[in-house]
C-alpha cells in the first residue's frame, strides 16, 4: 500500500501535535517534510523524528516533488495565500481552520479550489469528525429528534488562556471573537439544520478584561441567527471559561433533543470531596478534540487514496466565515444584520 | 397566634392546588373560603375539608369580613379587575401569575397596588420561592460567579400537555409565547442580572403545530434580550418538549457558571436498561415546583403577619410584563425592539 | 373530618423536626402534647406554637385521655419501654427507628404489637415513602429490571457529624455501625429483595478515628449478605463522608439496573468554577428525607383514620434489627455468621 | 531512530485490534510478524497490511531472528507455554490477561519471568494505562482522598454477549467468572490499595441464565475482600448487562472518594426523548478501552528502547490469579476463605 507523503507548515502547538499524528499515528501516511520559520523547531523535529526534510521558506517545501499533500497549520493569516499555492503546485491540500480572516480572500480560495477539482481540498473543521457529534449526526439522520427546531452552541476558551491571547490579539488580527472561536460552531450549525442563515443580532462585552474592548472586540458575546428554512441558532463563545474549554452543543427537534458535551468532562472520574462531587473539566482544544484530530486526518488521507473529495467541501469554509462576518458586523453596528444581502456573499452565490 | 384567614378564587388545577396547601400545609393559615364559578368545586371542596365558606360569585367573596387575604388562581384575564377589586376592599393580595395580560390593564394595577401601600401585595413568581433558584442566588451574592454576564433560560411544556393548550388558545388569548411562557424567565433574568432590558430580538415558528401559526403565534421561539447593564439573556420557550417540562437556568459569571435544572430531573432514579441509562423528567409545573408553591405562600403569610412586604414587587410584574410585549413585538414584526421606548413603559418610569 | 391528637416525645433534632410536621404540615392531625426531659424545650413550643399540653414525665402524658396517638421520637435505648406503655394503655404508636438497641426486646415489642391488633403500630422507615425510593419499588412490581438479582446500600453520615457522634458514643451504646446506620438499608434490602437474610460477613476498620475501635465499633464497614432466594447484598456504612450525607441504593436486576441517589445531590444547582462541575451534596437526614417524614406521617395519620396498618410491620423491625446483628456479630468476630441459626430470630420464627 | 519488530500470536477480535494497532497506531514499532491457527486470517492482513511474515504454527514464528518481541493475543489455555518459550527464545513479552488459567502453571510462568531479567515482560493489564485510572491513581498520590479504605469494582459484560460465551464455555474452561472476568478489578485493587487479600467471601449465581450453574460457575457475583492492610474490596461481576458493558470502580478514603465510569457512557451525547435523559453505555471492552489498548502498547515499546521493565509485573500478575482462585473457592465451597494459606501462594511468597 502505497504511503501519502505529506510536508506540514506551522509546528505551534497545533501543528506540533498534527505533525506527531502525521509521523507516527495515522495509517498510509508518512511525514516526509516540515517547514517552519523558526530553524531550532525544525532541527528539533527532524532529529527526533527522523523527517527526511526540513524547510524555513514554505516556497521551497512546494519545490519538493516527493510530496503529495501540503498540510498547513500556520497563522490564520497565512492559510489563504498557502493553499493557493499549494494547489497551482498541483498538491492535495488541508488546512487548518479558518479558511481566511478576510471575505474576499476566502472567496479567491474558493476559485482556486474550484479550478483543481482532482485535488483534495479539506479544511479543519475537526468536530465534525469527532465521535460525540458524529453521533448525533447519525441519530438526526436516524429520525430520532424529528426535525431541528433550535441549535444552541457554547464554545468557551479557558481563562487560564487569556493571558496567551491578549498578547496575540495586541499584535496580530484575530478576526473577532465569532470569526475566530465561533467559526466552528457556524459550521456545525449548517451541518445540523442543513440551512444557511438569514439573519442575525448579536451582541457582547468586555466583561471581566476591559482591555479586549480596546481591540474593538468582545471578551464574551452572543448571537441568535434565524436560518433561511426558519430554523434558529444561538451561539456563545467566550474567552474566560473558568472552568475549562467548554464546547456544548445541543439541537432540539421536533420529536427530541440531543446535548453534546453537557458537561466538558476531562474524564470518566468523579471526585467526591468537601466541595462536593466534582467533574473535572477539559483544559483545551487538544484534549477535547483529540480523536477528531486523529479521524479527520485519516479521512483527509484516505480521499486522497481513493480519489475523492471529503465531505467538508470549501464552501462550508466560506459560508461559514461569510455567517462569522455577519455576527461580527452586527456586533460592532448593533443592527439585526440581513446575511443574505452580504455584499461578499452576493460574490459567492453570483 | 393569629391564623389568617385566606379567600381562594379559580380552583382549577393550580388553584386546587393552592387551595390544598393553604388548608393543610401553611403554618398560620386558615382556608376559611373558597370561589369557583363551577358550583360542584366548591360544594365538593367544602364538603371534603371542611372550608366554612363557599361562593360561586367573586363578589359575594368580598363582602366576607372574616378574610384577611384574597388568593387569586383565576384565568389570567380576570386578575387584573379582581386584584383591583380586593385592595379597593381592604384585603391582602396574592395573584398567580401573571399580573394581566395587557400593558394599560398592568400599569393600573401598579398605581391601584401603591394606593394601599399597608396591604401586601405579592405576586406568585415562585421560582424566586424554589430551593435551586434560591440558592444559586445565594451563590451569586457570595460572589461565586463574580459578575453576571449572561443568563440562558429554558422554559419548555410537555408535547403531552399541547392539546389542551390548542384547545384553550382556540377560544382565549393566551398572551402568546412569550408572554405565557417566559414571563417566569424574565422576572428570574432581572432578579439574577439586576438589571432592566434594553432591547430585544425576538424568533420563533410552528414547527410541529403548524396550526399554532394561524394564531399568530410560535410553537418554539427564541429571544436574545440586551439588558441596560450590557448583561445578556437567551430566552428559549416552546410547547412541544418530549422529555417533559424542561425548566433550565443558566447564569454566566467572570468568575464561574451556575447551571439550575440541567437535566429536569423528575426524582433521584436513574433507570438502567437497553437504552442506557436513563434519567425521567418531570412532567408539569406542579410537580417541578411543589416546594416552591408551598414557600412562596409561607412567605406572604408571613408577610401579612410581620407587617412588610415580599421581595417581589408589583413593579417586578409590570417590568417583566413590558419585557414580555418587546419579546412578543419583535416576533411578530421581525424587527429588533428598543424596550425602553416602549409607551407603556414610560409610563411606568415617569 | 375528626383532627387525630398526637403526643410526641423526644424534642431532639429530629423529634422537632417531627413536632413541627405534626403541627402545620399534616392534614387532619393535631399537635396536642409535647415530652421532654427538657423542660425549656416544652415550655418553648408550647409558647411558640400554641401546644395545649406539656410533659417532662412520659408516663403522665400517657395519662391524658385526649390523645389518640403517641408519637416517639426519644433517644432509641427508650424505645421499647415507651412503646410498650403507650400499648398498654391503648394509644396508636409511630416510633422512630431503631425499634430497639438489643434483640430480646425487639421481641418482646412485637408480642405487645401483636396483642393489640387493632392500634396502628408504625416504625420509621422513612426511605420507603420517600418518592425516589417509592418510584424505584414501583419501577420493579411493573418488571423493569426483571427480577432483583443483587442490592448495593451505601449509607454514610458526614465527616462534619463525627464528633457529634464521638461524644454521644462515649457514653452512650449506639448499637454499633451496623445497628444504628445500616437498619435503614437492611429494611430496604428485605423490601427490594423480597426475601430474609441467610448469612453474612461483615468487615470494617477505624481509619481516620481509631477511637472508634476502642469503642469496639467501626468508623466504615461492609457487610456482603447472601438472601435465602440466592439474592446478594452489599451493605457499605461509614460515619466520615467528606463530601455530606450519602445515601445510595442500587437494585441490580436480570433485566435492567435502578439506582437511587448515585450523587447525593443538595438541590438542582450545578457550580461551575475553578475546580470544574460542582454538584453539591446533602448535607444530613433531614434535608435529603424532608418529604419521606412528611409522608410517612401523612400515611400514619391515614391508617389511624381508615383503621387499617401500615405495610411497614413491626415485624420488618425486628428482622432488620435481627440481620443489624448478625452484621455486628460477624464484623466482631471476623465469622461468616449463618443469619437463621441466631437464638432470637428462632424466638421470632417460632 | 531503531523500530521494535513484533510478532503477533492470536488473531481473534482483540488479537486482530492489537494488530492493527501495531502495525499503524504506534511510534517505533513495526508489525513483522503474525501468527494463527487460520491461515486465511493471516493471509487475508499479511495481504492488506503488507506484514512480512505470517506463520499458522507459534513455534516457526519463534525461529524469526528478526524479530525483537512476541505479543501474545492467543486463547487464555495457551498463554503460559507461549510465554516461557518466547522468553527462552529471547525475546521481549507483551502477553494479554490472564496469564494463565491454573495457579501452578502461573508460579512456573514467574520463574521463567525472572530467569530473563533482561528482557521486557509485560501482561495486559490496560485499566491501568486509561487515562481515567491513572487520572485517579495520581488524585490518590496527591493524597486527594487521604488514604484509601475501601475499594468497589464493578466488571459487567453486555447482555448481548452472553450467547458467544456461553457458546465458548460449553466447549472450554473460561476460569469461571472471578477469574475471568474480575481479574482486572483485582488488579486495579492491589495496584490503588497498596496490599494484598486476606480473606474473602464469594457468592452469586445463575439468575436469568441458569444453564450457567450447570458449567458451577456463575452468571452473576459479589466477592467481599479484606485486605492485608485492613481496607475493604467489594468486586461485583456478571455476564448479563442490560445496558452494555459496565466497567466502574470507586475507591473511598478516609478524606475523600473517587469513582471512575459511574455511568459507562458511550460518549459525550445525551438524548432526550419521551422516555427522558438518556445516555447510552459503551457496547463493550474495546469501544471502552480504545485507549488504554494503545498506551499499554506504546509503553511495552517504550520499556525495549529504554531498557526498563513497565511497572505492571509478573507479580500483579501472579497475585491476581491467587486472588482470583481464592474468590473461586469461595464461591464454590461457599466458605470464608483465607488467601495467604492458600498452598500456591505460599509458593509465590516462598
New interface residues.
Given amino acids: ?1 502505497k504511503k501519502v507523503k505529506i510536508g506540514i507548515v506551522g509546528l505551534g502547538r497545533l501543528g506540533r501535535q498534527h505533525a506527531e499524528n502525521l ?6 501516511c508518512e511525514l516526509h517534510a516540515i517547514c517552519s520559520v523558526v530553524k531550532e523547531e525544525v532541527d528539533e523535529l527532524q532529529r ?3 523527517i527526511p526534510h526540513g524547510y524555513t521558506n514554505y516556497n521551497d517545501m512546494l519545490e519538493n516533488k516527493e510530496l503529495d499533500a501540503i498540510f498547513i497549520a500556520s497563522p490564520s493569516g497565512f492559510h489563504c495565500e498557502q493553499i493557493e499555492k499549494a494547489l497551482e503546485k498541483g498538491f492535495h491540500v488541508f488546512t487548518e481552520k479558518p479558511l481566511g480572516l478576510h471575505l474576499n480572500e476566502v472567496v479567491r480560495v474558493k476559485e482556486a479550489v474550484e479550478k483543481h477539482p482532482d485535488q483534495v481540498f479539506m479544511v479543519g473543521f475537526m468536530r465534525r469528525y469527532d ?2 457529534y458524529q ?2 449526526k447519525q ?1 438526526m439522520e436516524q429520525g ?4 431541528p ?2 441549535i ?1 452552541c457554547y464554545g468557551f476558551d479557558p481563562a487560564k488562556a487569556i493571558d496567551g491571547f491578549m498578547n496575540f490579539a495586541k499584535n496580530n488580527y484575530s478576526g473577532g471573537l465569532f470569526l475566530d472561536m465561533s467559526i466552528h460552531d457556524l459550521d456545525l450549525a449548517r451541518w445540523y439544520l442543513q440551512s444557511e442563515a438569514d439573519s442575525v ?1 448579536a ?3 468586555a ?2 478584561y476591559p482591555e479586549i474592548a480596546e481591540l474593538n472586540d468582545a471578551e ?5 441567527v ?1 436560518f433561511k428554512n ?3 441558532g ?1 451561539f ?1 463563545a ?1 474567552r ?5 474549554y ?1 464546547i456544548e452543543t445541543e439541537i ?1 427537534g ?10 466538558p ?17 477539559s483544559e483545551g482544544f487538544i484534549e477535547r478534540f483529540e480523536q477528531a484530530y486523529l479521524s479527520e486526518v485519516e479521512e483527509f488521507i484516505q480521499c486522497i487514496l481513493e480519489n475523492r473529495q471529503p465531505h467538508v467541501t470549501v464552501d462550508d469554509g466560506v459560508q461559514s466565515t461569510i455567517l462569522g462576518y455577519a455576527c461580527k458586523e452586527s456586533f460592532e453596528t448593533g ?2 444584520i440581513k446575511v443574505q444581502s452580504h455584499p461578499a456573499n452576493e460574490a459567492v452565490y453570483k
Same sequence: chains 1, 2, 3, 4.
Fill in positions: 500500500m509521523a507516527f499515528r495515522i495509517r498510509n527526533e523524528w527522523g465521535k460525540s453521533y448525533a441519530k430520532v429528534i424529528g426535525e427546531v433550535l444552541r443580532w451582541i457582547g462585552g466583561y471581566a464574551t458575546g452572543a448571537a441568535l434565524k426558519n430554523t434558529m444561538i456563545v467566550g474566560n471559561c473558568a472552568h475549562g467548554h432540539v421536533t420529536k427530541g433533543t440531543l446535548r453534546i458535551g453537557t458537561v468532562e476531562k474524564n470518566m472520574v468523579t471526585v467526591f470531596g468537601d466541595q462536593g462531587a466534582v467533574k473535572e473539566c443592527q439585526l
